[in-house]
């Protein structure tokens, strides 16, 4: 053979072994295909668990809604990637950086948030594999925050639709969903009573104020965002997202993680089981946080902790209990305070009063302005949203007040005449507000303040105001007043306003002095 | 309840009537107030208030806002955050009389005569130390009256600079 020939047989030979195009599916022959090697004899264990660990969305038509306010799509990302690597460094050995490196990393990743929600799995992977049982627990609750946010911001849904989407959602999660936590109120003292109690917060403040801070805006978004019109869910994103990121995200002050009663406490009434799980949920990433990062724990001992924290709030573990019993002080305590059953005790507090930190000693069924009882039914008042913190009030004179007594700007979510439709006023830092009813009228006849809801009311039209006056002739000297007119009232401290005066329980009183002669 | 030591006797005497008549149970859980469970924006401390015999209630006005700070001092420090004009209703030692402090184009200017004792080490007093006053003689007969002996009173000009100034 030639050296030409000996080419062309060489190329010849090569050419057989390149697939031939598309035809015939790769063209390779099976019988010169590499054979395959066989796995290791020994896998890790975990491997062997055959049940799915990534669960996606219930279908529905308004998942990813959320998405028409992107701010808080992007920084509701930018928690779950926190929470992730916050995670990731606990079990990693990185604990002792945790309030210096991890804290700049997450707070780099809040201020540049992803537009996209990223797996946890993937930025947190070791988390994963030590504690896979924890993460579905976690990712059911998360899946379920996540679906109600985004039901009550597509704009296609009636509030009827919404509210009984919201029960079937719940029902789903109760009784479909493999691993739930509870929805009844638990007694916060008694989970956060542990051995490992507190350890996290006191030892890794600035993380864990990040961690309090997101758990801040998940509870403070539900009444940003239920029975409002929603247009008016963006502008008020905007006060309350700046809000988060410029104050909540970086408090390190705090006595106790945000509830869903003291930051949505109009949905948290309407939701109870839902906010009590929620509650719960936060409660045990407080509980795993503590007990990952105490090294007196041995690893052993931390799967085991994690398991009972995880056993604690599960919804099987209290099968057959019933919210508002229970007895006070243990596992099983389930009472509530009075008028807010979206809540458990807190420390130091029973049924009739709650120290909310922040804002002292309170009743829950009262107004925060007037401390009269809050009205039920149609015309269920108002809240109003400032300095960080959403009270229920009586009527619109209270609510104004009470904004116009605090720095910063403020929004107030009120009851009118109309039952299917919510007011919404947001004010500038000089209190100038805006209305979501650009043809908003206000009546208000001073008078006694346990009557204030009947004198002070806010109407969708000057045509509904009139009707009022015609079939309420108490009032038929009163002036519809416009927004502008309103806004520039201003009343002193109601005298039925009873302080509650206890110290805070968070904050345990120094010791009395010796009496002289003593420990001399 | 405000029970501070420089309360006089007859404020105790009348305090305690209220008690009497609100009934020991209420007494233990919720008293009167004549202003909300607040803390100061500034200094975080509770704020104080009116007397029979004194104001101690200082109101930034700001638009629409009425804020409540402890101390004439601490309502000065926090104006920083406002941006346009606002007014301070600083107590005086008149009852019901405040004196009106304006910050109108970023000047402040109060009504001729007014003098300002800022005495206070600590936030804890800065309610009894940092007051305005209609007049020199005034200031003096107060400073005298609540155990001041090292005070000294200063004008608008240097109490608006000296609470303006940042700190540390």
Partial sequence: MNRTQLVLAALALAASAVPQGHAGHGGMNPESRAPLEAPPSELPAWIGNKTADHIFYKPA???????????????????????????????????????????????????????????????????????????????????????????????????????????????????????????????????????????????????????????????????MLWHVP??????????????????????????????????????????????????????????????????????????????????????????????????PGTLHDHRYPMGMPGMGIMKGGDEEMMYMPGMGWMRMDECGHCSIALPEGERWGATVSANGWTMLVRCLLCARDMATETPGRAIIRASTEDPKTTLVLISDEEGNWK?????????????????????????????????????????????????????????????????????????????????????? | MNLRKHNSGFTRIALLAVMALVGTGTMMLGTPAMAHDADCPFCKLKLLQNTKEQDNEVVLKYGNKKI???????????????????????????KGEPIVLKRTAANWSAPEGTVFLNAFKKHADCSLLSRAFTSQAALETYAHKNGVHEFKATTMGDFVKNALKPAG
Wanted: proline share 8%.
């Fill in chain 1, 61 to 223: 038509p308004y998942n990813f809604a959320v998405y028409r306010i992107p701010k808080l799509a992007y920084d509701l990302n930018a928690v779950a990637t926190g929470h992730a690597m916050a995670y990731e460094d606990m079990v990693t050995g990185k604990a002792a950086t945790l309030d210096s490196k991890t804290f700049d990393r997450i707070n780099w990743v809040l201020n540049h948030p992803p537009k996209l929600m990223p797996d946890e799995a993937a930025i947190s992977p070791t988390m994963g594999r030590l504690y896979g049982y924890l993460e579905k627990l976690f990712d059911w609750s998360h899946i379920l925050h996540a679906q109600t946010v985004d039901l009550m911001i597509d704009p296609r849904l009636s509030w009827q639709q919404k509210d009984a989407e919201i029960e079937r959602l719940w029902k789903f999660y109760n009784e479909r969903a493999p691993f739930t936590i509870t929805g009844l109120p638990m007694n916060m003292e008694y989970l956060d009573g542990q051995p490992y109690s507190g350890h996290f917060r006191k030892n890794y403040p600035k993380v864990n104020g990040l961690f309090w801070g997101y758990h801040w805006l998940q509870t403070t978004m539900y009444d």
């Fill in chain 1, 435 to 520: 209305s979501s009813l650009s043809n908003v009228v206000f009546l208000e006849v001073l008078a006694d303040h346990p009557e204030c809801s009947s004198w002070s009311r806010a109407f969708t039209s000057a045509e509904a105001f009139r009707k009022f006056v015609a079939d309420n002739p108490d009032y038929k000297d009163a002036k519809p007043l416009s927004l502008a007119e309103w806004s520039q009232l201003g009343q002193p401290t109601p005298e039925t306003y009873r302080k509650i005066d206890k110290p805070n329980p968070y904050k345990p009183a120094p010791p009395p002095p010796p009496a002289k002669g003593e420990g001399s």
């Fill in chain 2, 68 to 94: 409540e700070y402890r101390c004439v001092f601490c309502a000065i420090a926090d104006s920083k955050r406002y941006k346009g004009d606002l007014v301070v209703l600083a107590p005086s030692e008149k």
């Fill in chain 1, 230 to 327: 929603t247009e008016t869910q963006l502008p008020q994103y905007d006060v309350v997202g700046e809000r988060y990121h410029q104050v909540e995200l970086y408090k390190t002050d705090r006595d106790f993680m945000p509830m869903m009663g003291e930051s949505s406490p109009r949905f948290s009434k309407r939701f109870p089981e839902m906010a009590n799980s929620f509650d719960n949920l936060h409660m045990l990433h407080d509980m795993v946080n503590d007990i990952l990062t105490s090294d007196w724990i041995p690893l052993a001992e931390k799967e085991r902790q994690i398991k009972r924290a995880m056993w604690m709030v599960l919804a099987s573990t209290h099968k057959g209990c019933k919210p508002g019993e229970g007895e």
